[in-house]
T-cell receptor, first 117, second 109 residues
Framework: GAVVSQHPSRVICKSGTSVKIECRSLDFQATTMFWYRQFPKQSLMLMATSNEGSKATYEQGVEKDKFLINHASLTLSTLTVTSAHPEDSSFYIC?????????????FGPGTRLTVL | DAKTTQPNSMESNEEEPVHLPCNHSTISGTDYIHWYRQLPSQGPEYVIHGLTSNVNNRMASLAIAEDRKSSTLILHRATLRDAAVYYCIPLSGGSRLTFGEGTQLTVNP
């Protein structure tokens, strides 16, 4: 199956700083990428959908100025958590969809655990 | 999005079959039934999907009711590595995956 990587896998930062998380599709071109957030003992919550070269579409309740998403190429999307606070501590997971196949399956990255002190 | 109902948790013994049910009574005619699973501290992993007919792959089998209002994921011989949260997700092509609560599967040695 197709591979999606995330970097870093784990990050700890101080409150008020910004953190960037990268999501890469390694062996396919991802026309669409998705960002999810997962708090402990909860399910994944979709934050936003991004298409290469266009602005991301955010789900209701997700602050677009706080969670900046850039999908500059068909293999890379970045999520920047700006002015992070302890309540932003969570497991962030990206996924990518290969739009060239007959079936548009979503492939998931391994996740990034963010801890804000 | 179609609403789904899955048991919160299930238990199985190692090397025994496991049947994970899912009700999706509001599924639309164009929705495929997808199953994903999430192992602890990992991203979700695709398991299987189907539309009307039963499906088999190396990981599992998917049995779909004739009226498509329910489906069952079948793991033929559970292993300890199958312990995960299993999500049933009806989805049309091009839509994005949204996750419910899923079923936490515990496999006992």
């Amino acid at each position: 199956g197709a591979v999606v990587s995330q970097h870093p896998s784990r990050v700890i930062c101080k409150s008020g700083t910004s953190v960037k998380i990268e999501c890469r599709s390694l062996d396919f071109q991802a026309t669409t990428m998705f960002w999810y957030r997962q708090f402990p003992k909860q399910s994944l919550m979709l934050m936003a959908t991004s298409n290469e070269g266009s602005k991301a579409t955010y789900e209701q309740g997700v602050e677009k100025d706080k969670f900046l998403i850039n999908h500059a190429s068909l293999t890379l999307s970045t999520l920047t958590v700006t002015s992070a606070h302890p309540e932003d501590s969570s497991f962030y997971i990206c996924s990518a969809r290969d739009g060239t196949g007959a079936y548009n399956e979503q492939f998931f990255g391994p996740g990034t655990r963010l801890t804000v002190l | 999005d179609a609403k789904t109902t899955q048991p919160n948790s299930m238990e199985s013994n190692e090397e025994e079959p496991v049947h994970l049910p899912c009700n999706h009574s509001t599924i639309s005619g164009t929705d495929y039934i997808h199953w994903y699973r999430q192992l602890p501290s990992q991203g979700p992993e695709y398991v299987i999907h189907g539309l009307t007919s039963n499906v088999n792959n190396r990981m599992a089998s998917l049995a779909i009711a004739e009226d498509r209002k329910s489906s069952t994921l079948i793991l033929h011989r559970a292993t300890l590595r199958d312990a995960a949260v299993y999500y049933c997700i009806p989805l049309s092509g091009g839509s994005r995956l949204t996750f419910g609560e899923g079923t936490q599967l515990t496999v006992n040695p």
